[in-house]
């Protein structure tokens, strides 16, 4: 089953400096995977999302993630981190049940903190 | 065009009581799907609804519950209240063929 791995459970840059935030895939080739951010006391924002059409995917605020399939990986990166971009971070894939129906699995979340 | 919404935001509960959630979706989405967020067990699946049908359930006891009217609004329902039970619960939802959910604030409850 497809399962989703977040390396780092607390993240910390300097603001201005890069943003490196690790996710792995295991089992097949996933046809999608998902980068969500949660601010405090708030849902789930979608970032980005993969799709088999390109290995680079851009998101909002400046963030994107690129697919390795040959390191199964999905890190999501943003090359100046801001005050703004302080929250928490999860990466997401489907498990799919057939007819359409699928649940995400999401990883255990980084939490990027960013100091002035 | 309006996101999904989640009543009430915030919920104080005892042990052994009921709680009812609500959730709208975006207009046009169908399916929606429900998690429950906890500190320990990180995002976990309840289940999911399409066309007021119950495709899918996650592993959860049978204490939790739900259901989807005609107009694709979906309540979810816990029984018997447990200490563990205070969480975050979200929901999603998605127009049929996106691959792409979109969440809502999410309920808070507590119980005490």
């Known amino acids: 089953a497809q399962s989703v791995t977040q390396l780092g459970s607390h993240v910390s840059v300097s603001e201005g400096a890069l943003v490196l935030l690790r996710c792995n895939y295991s089992s097949s080739v996933p046809p999608y995977l998902f980068w969500y951010v949660q601010y405090p006391n708030q849902g789930l924002q979608l970032l980005l999302k993969y799709t088999s059409a390109a290995t680079l995917v851009k998101g909002i605020n400046g963030f994107e993630a690129e697919f390795k399939k040959s390191e199964t990986s999905f890190h999501l990166t943003k090359p100046s981190a801001h005050m703004s971009d302080a929250a928490e971070y999860f990466c997401?894939?489907?498990?799919?049940?057939?007819?359409?129906?699928?649940?995400?699995?999401f990883g255990k979340g980084t939490k990027l903190s960013v100091i002035p | 065009k309006a996101g999904v919404t989640q009543t009430p935001r915030y919920l104080i509960k005892t042990r052994g009581q009921q709680v009812t959630l609500s959730c709208s979706p975006i207009s046009g989405h169908r399916s929606v799907s429900w998690y429950q967020q906890t500190p320990g067990q990180g995002l976990q699946f309840l289940f999911e609804?399409?066309?007021?049908?119950?495709?899918n359930k996650g592993n959860f006891p049978g204490r939790f519950s739900g259901r989807q009217f005609s107009n694709s609004r979906s309540e979810m329902n816990v029984s018997t209240l447990e200490l563990g039970d205070s969480a975050l619960y979200l929901c999603?939802?998605?127009?049929?063929?996106?691959?792409?959910?979109?969440f809502g604030p999410g309920t808070r409850l507590t119980v005490l």
């Open positions: 997401a894939g489907p498990l799919y049940y057939g007819a359409g129906s699928y649940q995400l699995t």
């Open positions: 609804y399409f066309s007021e049908t119950q495709r």
């Open positions: 999603a939802s998605e127009r049929p063929g996106d691959n792409e959910q979109f």
